[in-house]
């Protein structure tokens, strides 16, 4: 998938995909009057990853690629358990077991790693299982509005 831009309308089936999916399990918007431009230049991070066996980030906007330190064609070619330490990635996998187990997860914290080794925790996050619209699960995300640096 292209970066989102003008050309592509920021990738407007796929940001589509987060905003319905993130409606449908939460009952809440993710982006008030959010479009795929607006998520794109959202203030705070989204990403989404696919559903293979070692799952790749499918989508991060700009917030997520200034956070993690890397463009568009990096990150989205970034096995997403990369974006967690080795020592923090069991953990990340149990979220991800109990999000499947619940539907979604509204409180999520864990300790994340940029490109250039910068560590930070992320609070609140919420983390949901993108859906299409025959209920097929097309991947997973994952937002949230609070991190600090450690």
Same mark, same amino acid.
């Given at each position: 998938m292209q970066a989102p831009s003008p050309d592509n309308g920021f990738q407007a089936a796929h940001a589509g995909l987060l905003l319905r999916s993130y409606l449908q399990v939460t009952g809440r918007t993710l982006l008030e009057g959010g479009d795929a431009e607006a998520l794109y230049h959202a203030p705070f991070p989204v990403l989404s990853h696919n559903t293979a066996a070692d799952p790749v980030l499918t989508y991060g906007n700009l917030a997520a690629q200034v956070l993690w330190e890397m463009g568009w064609? *990096?990150?989205?070619? %970034?096995?997403?358990? %990369?974006? @967690?330490?080795? @020592?923090?990635?069991? *953990?990340?996998? @149990?979220?991800?077991? *109990?999000?499947?187990?619940?539907?979604?997860?509204?409180?999520?914290?864990?300790?994340?790693?940029?490109?250039?080794?910068?560590?930070?925790?992320?609070?609140?996050?919420?983390?949901?299982?993108l859906l299409g619209a025959d209920g097929v699960k097309l991947g997973e995300a994952a937002s949230f509005r609070d991190y600090g640096f450690i």
């Open positions: 064609e *990096q990150l989205t070619s %970034l096995p997403s358990r %990369l974006t @967690a330490e080795p @020592a923090h990635r069991a *953990q990340r996998e @149990a979220m991800f077991t *109990q999000m499947r187990a619940k539907g979604f997860i509204e409180d999520y914290a864990g300790v994340r790693i940029s490109a250039s080794g910068r560590r930070f925790e992320i609070r609140g996050a919420v983390i949901w299982p």
